[in-house]
């Protein structure tokens, strides 16, 4: 267990809805990162933070917004959910960032209908 | 952007076989790493590499770090049907600038048959 709580778990939610997914961790980590995954694509990395406001984008990150007020929580916005948003959300968190600091969270699956 | 070709995509073997797996890139990594997935879980650390020709083990698993920094691969020996799930490289580029991103394969999905 590497203290970090995604929720929700599951949702199904309806095109043009705005969608809030919410990572929470008890490491005080400095790092943050959701990644989607989808078959084929491996995770791919949406936005990322570096510190508290402090965030930028990822590979992925059109039509997702993110924001951190506080060290132990990540949000990801979908403002308007769309079907090709339809996918398993994992929140990952690190202390360093060196790569054996990473740790992941159990995901969100979200369907778009 | 970087990609990272991750082959076979699936594996069907039985109890007791020896699995190989590698991931090739287009670009340099300063680290790779290997991930295991399990159905309705988060990736999981195997391995991480962070030398070129680097070669670990943990346990019944093996990583070598490529001497050209654009490829991994990963043993596994004398399979047990536990080692069934996804299994993922992925490359992280060094500097300040890289805040721990990594960059994933596409998985290869394994299954052991008794």
């Known amino acids: 267990d590497a203290g970090i709580t995604q929720s929700p778990r599951h949702k199904v939610t309806e095109t043009g809805t705005p969608v809030t997914l919410r990572c929470h961790q008890t490491e005080n980590h400095r790092y943050m990162y959701w990644y989607r995954q989808d078959p084929g694509h491996g995770l791919r990395l949406i936005h990322y933070?570096?510190?508290?406001?402090?965030?930028d984008k990822g590979e992925v990150s059109d039509g997702y917004s993110v924001s951190r007020s506080k060290t132990e929580d990540f949000l990801l916005t979908l403002e308007s959910a769309t079907s090709s948003q339809t996918s398993v959300y994992f929140c990952?968190?690190?202390?360093?960032?060196?790569?054996?600091?990473?740790?992941f969270g159990e995901g969100s699956w979200l369907t778009v209908v | 952007g970087q990609q990272l070709n991750q082959s076979p995509q699936s594996m069907f073997i039985q109890e007791g076989e020896d699995v190989s797996m590698n991931c090739t890139s287009s670009?340099?990594?300063?680290?790779w790493l290997w991930y295991k997935q399990d159905p309705g879980e988060g990736p999981v650390l195997l391995i991480a590499l962070y030398k070129a020709g680097e070669l670990t083990s943990n346990g019944r698993l093996t990583a070598q770090f490529g001497i050209t920094r654009k490829d991994s691969f990963l043993n596994i020996s004398a399979s047990i049907p536990s080692d069934v799930g996804i299994y993922f490289c992925?490359?992280?580029?060094?500097?300040?600038?890289?805040?721990?991103?990594?960059?994933f394969g596409q998985g290869t999905i394994l299954t052991v048959h008794p």
């Open positions: 933070s570096y510190g508290v406001k402090d965030t």
């Open positions: 992925a490359g992280q580029s060094a500097g300040g600038t890289s805040y721990g991103k990594l960059t």
């Open positions: 990952a968190i690190s202390l360093t960032g060196a790569g054996n600091t990473i740790y």
């Open positions: 670009s340099i990594f300063n680290t």
